[in-house]
């Protein structure tokens, strides 16, 4: 996944301090400790680019809904969610993300009931708990139903309190430059659940503070509708009327785009987090992903939150934009290996992370290690194509930063039964 798309039989990788230092094939340089990895293909550790972990602990409900119905459904109970289920659904999406070759996980969380504290900082130790990287948003909704929006009243905020408590954060755990483990992304939820208001001051905190920006946009017929009916436009020409479209933001789904809203996005350098299973679990549609490369847009991948995927599992959303992108276009649309640089070196690039998403000198050793010998690839005659049209279950390890986090299969520090019954535990408090 380097500029040149090198791919190397077998190959050896050097890390040191974290980070990549050399990669090669043949004879393997000195090195102070050495892993033979032999039959294993190594990719980069995956990116997610967009994610709810709290949704975890409410999955399989409004099982035929659209998306408008689900939210209705769903935000009375979401309006539970305290610090302690926080960290039990971050521990659970989380370790279910690391599984599936994720090394680093975008979380856009924009529920918070008043007068509760620490949800952030949940998703946080649960993160450094089990060492993955996170990028975590203070998102925010502040267009209550009797506004117009589509939230109950009493998960909206006041604009003060979110900029306020989104500038605390980021002085308590943002962290900057190659290598960053934690760090916080600006996130107003959606057009129809935030104010122009809200969207506006927001793009204004993340520019002053040097922060990535992003928000829900064009997911489904009905979004659009609503934006047409309310503001006159679409939801990207709405967005684009408030000054967002820009290098540092990126935009989950964008099903709906015309073509001008295509060549839009490519002219000024904003990326889309492409999530197949989400927006076909809820009927929304496929997104032109094709087309989105084509003109030059940057193209991450997400697993969106758990209770409309129903997993975590970003692999498997690798191959689910192989099939949909085949859907749409043939079977030319979308390679193997161009699956895979969408859920490596395109969530990367999403997220404006350089130092991540290939295996090259002077990247993190952020690597995902995938068996080869499992039934899934027995009689693959190409290991990396097999991967993907399989759908790999698991990795065999994973190393974030050169920290074995995932190994034999298993995560290195915790046990994943012990978070999914901690989990079923706090789920059971927002049982139908
Ligand atoms: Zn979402």
Redesign the pocket.
């Given at each position: 996944m380097d500029d040149a798309d090198t791919e190397l039989g077998e190959g050896w990788i050097l890390i040191e301090e974290g980070f990549v230092s050399a990669v090669g094939a043949g004879d393997a340089p000195a090195a102070d400790e050495r892993t033979s990895l032999g039959g294993a293909v190594v990719t980069p550790g995956l990116v997610n680019t967009?994610?709810?972990l709290y949704q975890t602990l409410t999955r399989a409900r409004a099982q035929q809904a659209t998306l408008f119905e689900w939210l209705v459904e769903l935000y009375p109970t979401w309006a539970g969610i305290d610090a302690e289920a926080e960290y039990a659904a971050a521990r659970t999406g989380i370790a279910e993300l690391l599984l599936s070759g994720c090394t680093t996980v975008f979380d856009?969380h924009y529920v918070f009931p008043r007068g509760r504290s620490g949800l952030v900082e949940a998703e946080v130790q649960a993160a450094r708990e089990l060492g993955a990287r996170l990028v975590a948003s203070r998102g925010s909704m502040d267009l209550g139903v009797s506004d117009g929006g589509l939230p109950p009243d009493e998960l909206v905020e006041e604009i003060d309190a979110v900029l306020a408590d989104t500038e605390r954060l980021v002085s308590e755990l943002h962290e900057t430059g190659p290598g960053a483990v934690i760090q916080i992304a600006v996130a107003p939820c959606s057009p129809f659940s935030v104010t122009g208001r809200l969207m506006t001051e927001s793009a204004e905190l993340a520019r002053r503070l040097g922060l990535q920006l992003h928000t829900?946009l064009a997911e489904t017929v009905e979004e659009e509708g609503y934006c047409r009916e309310l503001y006159g436009c679409t939801p990207v020409e709405y967005l684009d009327s408030l000054g967002w479209l820009d290098g540092d933001v990126w935009c989950?789904?964008c099903v709906h785009l015309a073509p001008p809203e295509i060549a839009r996005f490519a002219a000024t350098g904003t990326g889309v987090a492409h999530?197949p299973t989400?927006n076909l679990r809820l009927g929304a549609g496929v997104a032109p992903v094709r087309q989105l490369l084509d003109a030059g847009v940057r193209v991450g991948l997400?697993v969106?939150?758990s209770a409309?995927n129903e997993r975590s599992h970003l692999f498997g959303e690798v191959k689910q934009a192989l099939l949909v992108a085949r859907g749409r276009g043939g079977p030319q649309a979308l390679t193997a290996r161009e699956a895979i640089r969408l859920g490596t070196r395109g969530g990367a690039a999403v997220l404006g992370r350089g130092d991540l998403g290939s295996i090259a000198p002077g990247m993190c050793a952020d690597l995902a290690v995938w068996p080869t010998d499992g039934l899934e690839l027995a009689g693959a005659a190409d290991p990396v194509a097999g991967l993907v049209f399989a759908g790999a279950d698991r990795v065999d390890r994973l190393y974030v930063g050169g920290e074995l986090v995932v190994q034999g299969g298993a995560l290195v520090r915790a046990d994943e039964r012990e978070i999914a019954t901690a989990q079923r535990a706090q789920a059971a408090r927002f049982a139908p």
């Open positions: 967009h994610h709810h856009h829900h989950a789904h999530c989400s997400g969106d939150g409309s």
